[in-house]
Structures are given as structure tokens and as C-alpha cells.
């Protein structure tokens, strides 16, 4: 069975720190570009950052630019998402993804959410003071 488990959310205050990690299960990571997206409350779901399977090219969303770090650790199978100067704005349920890269370009990023295949159930990240 494909699982993909987010962990590390929580409730944390204004300008505060977290980290969440993704945990894959049944697959191996190291063939896959992976996302991190979010969705609050009465909002669509927003992409928030990603990065390629080799862990060479990553990109954020303009909102989380320069306070949010993607990386892996492909032989621990997981992806983190280090998040730093937490806003009240980024109060949502975090979900990582991953879309299988089948061609020969190793920094193919996916262009949109309906690429990924695998999706994790969510980690919920409260900023608030």
C-alpha cells in the first residue's frame, strides 16, 4: 500500500517556527518530484512548494518566498518543509504529494496539482497567538 504521512503540524505563535516532515511508505521517494500544498478554511487548496526528485530544483509560492524551505532526505524516504516567520495567514491543513517522474529530465517539476498521485491526509498548522 502507497502512503505518504505528514507529521509536525501544530499550533505555534506569530513569527514562530515549525517543521513538517512526509513520511513515504510502499514507494521509494527518490523517483519522485514531491509538493507541499495547503488549504484553509472556505479557501481552494494553494500550492505551496515543491521540489524535484534529485532535491536540485525547488520552487515556492510567491507568499512563502524566503520564509519556507523545501528539502529530502531520499534515503530516509521523506520530505520536509521547514517553515520559518509563521503569519496567521498561514493557519491551513498541510498535504504533501508526489508525482512519479517516468521521463529522462530528473528536475521536472510538476506544473499542477492533478500531475501528483500520491497524496497524504494532512497535517493541520494553526498560527495564532
Known amino acids: 500500500q502507497l502512503q505518504f504521512v505528514e507529521s509536525g503540524g501544530g499550533l505555534v505563535q506569530p513569527g514562530g517556527s515549525l517543521r513538517l516532515s512526509c513520511a513515504a511508505s510502499g514507494f521509494t521517494l527518490d523517483s519522485y518530484a514531491v509538493g507541499w500544498f495547503r488549504q484553509a478554511p472556505g479557501r481552494d487548496r494553494e500550492a505551496v512548494s515543491c521540489?524535484?526528485?534529485?532535491?536540485?530544483?525547488?520552487k515556492y509560492a510567491d507568499s512563502v518566498k524566503g520564509r519556507f524551505t523545501i528539502s529530502r532526505d531520499n534515503p530516509k524516504n521523506t520530505v520536509y518543509l521547514e517553515m520559518n516567520d509563521l503569519k496567521p495567514e498561514d493557519t491551513a491543513v498541510y498535504y504533501c504529494?508526489?508525482?512519479?517522474?517516468?521521463?529522462?529530465?530528473?528536475?521536472?517539476?510538476?506544473?499542477?496539482?492533478?500531475?501528483?498521485?500520491?497524496w497524504g491526509q494532512g497535517t493541520q498548522v494553526t498560527v495564532s497567538s
Open positions: 504529494a508526489a508525482d512519479s517522474i517516468l521521463g529522462p529530465d530528473t528536475e521536472y517539476l510538476p506544473e499542477g496539482s492533478w500531475e501528483y498521485e500520491i
Open positions: 521540489i524535484s526528485m534529485t532535491g536540485g530544483t525547488t
